[in-house]
């Protein structure tokens, strides 16, 4: 539809809606005249050129450039190899004994006995050491697509 098709359709929409104020001042209930088919029609096309115009706009909203997708992607990878240095430095003021007894722990069957209670509390260790753990992956994930060349064996020369 052309830029002079939509001026001409949304005229005719606009008289159209000015004779329908104009006869309700009048006092009448319904219009004066019934609305032509002709616009009819112009107003139908109107307002399906504006809604596939509205449709457009959200799709082209949804979509994000490469580069500012890439840039998001980076600043993740960023954060995330920071929380893996906070994780490592946390469990570093742990002593290897008390890594050891969070394995053991992690490790220990629940209790099937109703009557028995559970475990605490979760183990400080084993909540950051999980905590690496899923970091590390998302890591991982988000440098095989920014960076797809890491995970290829290197080349013998």
Same mark, same amino acid.
């Given at each position: ?28 209930? $319904?219009?004066?005249? $019934? ?5 009819? =029609? ?6 399906? =050129? ?10 082209? =909203? ?15 990878? $960023? ?17 290897? $004994? ?19 209670? %559970? ?32 995970? %290829? ?5």
């Amino acid at each position: 539809m052309t830029r002079k098709q939509k001026k001409d359709r949304a005229k005719a929409l606009k008289q159209a809606l000015k004779e329908t104020h104009k006869a309700r001042k009048l006092g009448a209930d $319904e219009p004066v005249a $019934e609305v032509s088919p002709s616009t009819r =029609a112009i107003v139908e096309a109107t307002a399906r =050129a504006a809604f596939e115009d509205v449709r457009t706009m959200a799709r082209e =909203a949804r979509e994000l450039d490469d580069t500012r997708a890439r840039g998001m992607l980076v600043r993740a990878a $960023e954060f995330l190899d920071d929380m893996i240095h906070m994780t490592r430095e946390a469990l570093d003021n742990f002593t290897p $004994e008390q890594k050891r007894e969070a394995f053991v722990a992690m490790r220990a069957p629940e209790p099937s006995d109703p009557k028995q209670p %559970k475990r605490s509390r979760a183990n400080p260790v084993l909540a950051l050491m999980r905590l690496g753990a899923q970091v590390s992956r998302l890591l991982q994930q988000i440098l095989a697509r920014t960076n797809p060349e890491l995970g %290829k064996p290197a080349r013998a020369t």
